[in-house]
């Protein structure tokens, strides 16, 4: 979720308004440079993900490493008229040291704070740009009663939580490469060339050329899926079966009536947005207590800054019952503990084993990419993938099946062999995957 580099250098570049930043401006053939590159993607960002209105306020999410980057963004949302941009900056150091010296009190309260500007902003219907890019260990190490007793404190930002989940307001998660991230994903390259490769590899998942058509060929992509959203939901399954060589042997039970989404969504003010660039899945959700059997995962999850890998779950009418893996056990049984309803599922995806991202055969350790790799389902909180479930209380969605949980985490279980079987109303099977790929 490339081109061939002629030359690099170091370059001072001087932004809109004056504002100076260091970047790297790489060459490639054909004379595309990485400014280019890097503007039409921060122009994509606003105008497809979070298709910023005028009067709009934007808040942006962004690692202080990436600020350059952040501020092209800031000026491209500027550029179709939004009202202001708020810069909420974090740091994969400063995180590591709280969480592993900080006073024990700290992560049992949420910032009063913080939650009064994140639930205020997304009452306005401000949209939200997440620029994520950490190190996929930065908190290893760390104990993992303070990472779940930190997400717990989130409940103070539920106002804003539901907003995200319900598309009452437009967000998009997108990521841009650093270092530590970098050098993970390609350990045998020098920094600078692992940076390099992982600018080629993001550009490729989210359809950058420099060519300035990123935004029509989105488009396009969004048609692409709608059209396979239309398939599924003219299909009515009530159930779907998945089988792979890895062992998996799920079957998962579908509400009476769910809907299935993807490619955009629409905010309650009625404008289309794209929550996830890349994003290459359909998907819905399961119901709460219609899942059985045993799922592989086909990828490693990273997980509050610590690699899980080589896991797998036993899950009776719904539940997880077991959870195994051979790196990152104790965190995974955390994270499935974090509340009553982290243990059931809130997410099924169907992700072609052919898209720009698994065909590049890169593990990103970054679950923005990795799954929208392979088709994957989600542990915790669900989406209202239901006929008028954006309207509905938390409430009216229990009682019409659906999961709901303070976290929600995402697993890949997608194979180059992984079958899934739908069952219609009138009992007939109809293959969705066949090798891993869409069949309908």
């Not at 001072?12 to 060459?27: N, P, Q």
């Not at 593990?363 to 209202?384: K, M, Q, S, V």
């Amino acid at each position: 979720m490339n081109c061939v580099m002629m030359h690099v250098v170091w370059h001072r570049t001087i932004g809109k308004g004056g504002c100076a930043t260091h970047s790297r401006l790489f060459f490639f053939s054909g004379g595309v440079s990485m400014e280019n590159k890097l503007r039409e993607y921060a122009k994509l960002l606003i105008e497809v993900g979070l298709n910023v209105q005028k009067g709009q306020t934007v808040v942006i999410r962004c690692p202080v490493e990436c600020a350059f980057f952040a501020r092209l963004c800031a000026s491209a949302a500027y550029d179709v008229g939004c009202r202001e941009v708020v810069m909420r900056w974090t740091d994969d150091y400063m995180n590591r040291e709280r969480f592993l010296r900080a006073d024990d009190s700290v992560f049992d309260v949420f910032p009063v704070w913080q939650a009064e500007m994140l639930n205020g902003y997304a009452d306005e219907g401000a949209a939200f740009l997440n620029i994520s890019a950490c190190d996929p260990e930065a908190l290893r190490g760390v104990d993992p009663d303070r990472l779940t007793r930190a997400s717990r404190s989130e409940t103070a930002i539920q106002p804003y939580v539901n907003a995200v989940m319900s598309n009452g307001c437009p967000w998009c998660v997108a990521s841009v490469p650093i270092p530590n991230w970098a050098k993970k994903v390609f350990p045998d390259a020098s920094e600078e060339e692992a940076m390099d490769k992982l600018w080629d590899a993001i550009f490729t998942s989210v359809r950058i050329s420099g060519k300035g058509d990123a935004v029509a060929r989105w488009r396009e992509h969004v048609a692409l899926l709608k059209s396979r959203i239309a398939k599924l939901n003219d299909l009515h399954f009530t159930s779907l079966y998945y089988q792979n060589s890895l062992g998996t042997s799920l079957n998962i039970k579908l509400p009476e009536t769910h809907v299935w989404a993807g490619g955009d969504n629409t905010s309650r003010a009625g404008f289309p947005f794209v929550a996830n660039m890349p994003t290459e899945e359909v998907f819905t959700a399961p119901l709460r207590d219609g899942i059985d059997g045993v799922v592989y995962a086909a990828l490693p999850l990273v997980h509050n800054g610590n690699i899980i890998e080589n896991f797998h779950f036993v899950i009776k009418d719904g539940k997880i019952v077991e959870a195994h893996a051979e790196k990152g056990e104790d965190i995974l049984k955390a994270a499935i503990a974090e509340d009553e309803g982290a243990s059931y599922f809130g997410e099924v995806a169907l992700v072609p084993y052919d898209s720009p991202i698994s065909n590049q055969k890169i593990l990103f350790y970054n679950t923005l990419f990795d799954e929208n790799a392979a088709c994957h389902i989600a542990f915790g909180e669900a989406y209202p993938c239901l006929q008028g479930g954006q309207k509905m209380t938390k409430e009216e969605l229990k009682a019409a099946g659906l999961n709901n949980s303070n976290t929600h985490v995402d697993f890949m279980v997608g194979t180059a062999d992984l079958s899934i079987i739908g069952t219609t109303k009138d009992g007939r099977e109809i293959p969705v995957f066949v090798n891993g790929n869409f069949a309908l």
